[in-house]
Every structure is written in C-alpha cells, then in structure tokens.
C-alpha cells in the first residue's frame, strides 16, 4: 500500500484526514529528509502496522537507505526517552542520572547517513508530540532551534506527527 491507497482506505467520515495526509506530507517546505523521516519516525511511534509499512515504504523509496535507518533509530531512541523524561517529569523531576545510553543523537552515523542535527532532532520532536512528553517536546525544540531552523520548521513536524498519528488511530478503529 502506498499513500495514496493509505488515504483512499480511510473511512468517509476521515474525509478531514485523508485531505490533510496530502496537504501536509505532499505540500510541504520541509526537505524529503525532514519530511519523510519524520513521518516514518512517527508512524513507528503510532505502532500500527498498516501506517509503518505505508511510511516505511515511502521513505525508502524517497530516501538514501542510511537515511530511512537514522529516522528508525530516532523512532528508537525516543520510545525509550519519551517514556523515562515523562515519568520523571510526572514524579516532580529528575532524581537520578538517567543512566541509559543515548548515542544515537550524536551518532557518527548521522553525518555518514547525510543526516543534519537539525533533521534529527526534528524527527525527534515530532516523535516527542505523539508521545506527549513535554521535556523532550521542549529540549527537541531547543535543539531544532540552535541546529539553524526556525517554528515554522517545528509547526511542519507537529502538523506531520499529528495526521500520522491519526491515520494510525483512525485505521485501529475502522477495525
């Protein structure tokens, strides 16, 4: 399934979604690296296996291999962030050195794969906003921010992980 099929699939009253899945990954100024990493990063994180296969597919067909990896390790990486900074945040705050490791934010293999900090942290954020971890959405921001892009680079992720998320929700409740 590619996705056009994905927004042909969604049910009548999903009409908002499916025009807003073209809208937003099909229209938009991010590059295909921002774009297209923060989709897949997303549907991983939405975890519904029509919507990461659909988003899996089109990465690879619109990025370099090494690309479509570091986008998975994004997805990776902030499964295991997003739920320890949430939880400490919920507790009052941080208590303890968090003690995990967490390379792959300053990976080598980002710049080998040809993928900006800036690309990274934005797959990061966007990850961040389904999970809904407010650290990590705020040091993500911040560190999109001093990687050289602006809100309206953030504003494209969020907008992005949101219609993701929804495709993958929409699509568990069509059954």
């Known amino acids: 399934m590619n996705l056009s099929e994905l927004r042909e699939s969604l049910p009548p ?16 100024p991010l590059t295909d690296a921002q774009a297209w990493g923060a989709a ?3 549907a991983i994180a939405a975890r519904q ?38 939880a400490q945040h919920m507790l009052g705050g941080a208590r303890h050195p968090i003690g995990l490791r967490m390379r792959a934010i300053t990976s080598p293999a980002l710049a080998a794969a040809g993928v900006t900090k800036a690309d990274f942290e934005l797959w990061c954020l966007a990850v961040s906003a389904i999970a809904g971890c ?24 969020l907008r992005i992980a949101a219609v993701v998320h929804a495709a993958a929700v929409t699509l568990d409740a069509a059954g």
């Open 13 to 28: 009253y999903a009409d908002d979604l499916r025009v807003n899945l073209g809208r937003v990954l099909l229209g938009t």
């Open 40 to 42: 897949l990063a997303c």
């Open 49 to 86: 296996p029509v919507v990461i296969g659909v988003f899996t597919a089109e990465a690879a067909a619109r990025l370099d291999a090494p690309v479509v990896d570091q986008a998975r390790a994004a997805a990776s990486i902030m499964a295991m962030n997003n739920v320890y900074y949430r």
């Open 134 to 157: 407010e650290v990590c959405l705020q040091n993500h921001d911040q560190g999109v921010r001093r990687a050289g892009l602006d809100s309206g680079a953030v504003h494209e992720a």
